[in-house]
């Protein structure tokens, strides 16, 4: 795919299929459009990358085998890493905003992981009386009960979830979430966030969290 718009900067070339990674203003763009695209491509085997020179365009390339690459998964298949076929863990992603809710969906989905998702934190608490997931992902800035409250309502009436929570907001500057990131202990994902840091973050917390049950 060839475009004649302005073009990607040199310094956007190595981000632009990262998840979370956008150039538009707040509330315009998710930054997950090109890395579900991605995600789909290398799951059929194949692989996507870009070409632009600033202020001439940008081509995307995209080039997909005709038959499944030896040991590759083929289309419509699950990545696991696991040896029955089940998938790496259930995850829920807790954000107000239904694109954002279904674009990480999708990414954390082309990873191996079984997702769930809620448009909210009362909505959240409400699937964790009645299932059980290996890792919440919780946006800190939601209205009605924003990440804080939600995390600190966790320590009072779940705390094995409370455990498990990993934070992603882009308001890593503001007194009150930085007080609460650091008393919390919790990890955290500033925005935009890159590909190779969210599955390093989500399969290093998943573990420790199958190694804490393991423990009890």
């Known amino acids: 795919m060839v475009d004649d718009g302005p073009g990607i900067r040199p310094d956007h070339l190595m981000k632009v299929f990262d998840p979370f990674f956008t150039t538009k203003e707040i509330g ?3 930054g997950l459009g090109l890395n579900i695209c991605h995600g789909i491509v290398g799951q059929h085997g194949g692989r996507i990358w870009v ?9 995307f390339h995209v080039e997909i085998p005709v038959a499944p690459v030896d040991g590759s998964e ?4 699950v990545p ?3 040896s029955d076929g089940r998938a790496k ?11 954002i809710r279904e674009l990480a969906a999708g990414a954390l989905g082309g990873m191996g ?10 909505k959240a608490l409400a699937l964790l009386e009645n299932g059980n997931y290996d890792l919440l992902l919780v946006d800190i800035r939601m209205p009605d009960m924003d990440g804080i409250e939600f995390y600190q309502t966790l320590t009072s009436v779940a705390p094995s979830f409370a455990a498990r929570v990993v934070f992603f907001t882009g308001d890593t500057a ?10 919390s202990g919790r990890p955290y994902l500033s925005k935009p966030v890159g590909l190779e840091q969210l599955r390093s973050i989500v399969a290093q917390e998943i573990t420790a969290s199958a190694r804490g049950r393991e423990r009890m």
């Open 51 to 59: 070409e632009s020179v600033y202020g001439n365009g940008a081509t």
């Open 28 to 30: 315009r763009g998710t």
């Open 74 to 77: 083929g289309p419509g298949d």
């Open 89 to 99: 863990g259930r995850l829920l992603v807790i954000d107000d905003e239904e694109r």
């Open 174 to 183: 503001g007194p009150r979430t930085q007080s609460f990131l650091a008393s």
């Open 113 to 122: 992981y079984e997702v769930d998702t809620a448009s909210g934190a009362r």
């Open 80 to 82: 696991t890493d696991t």
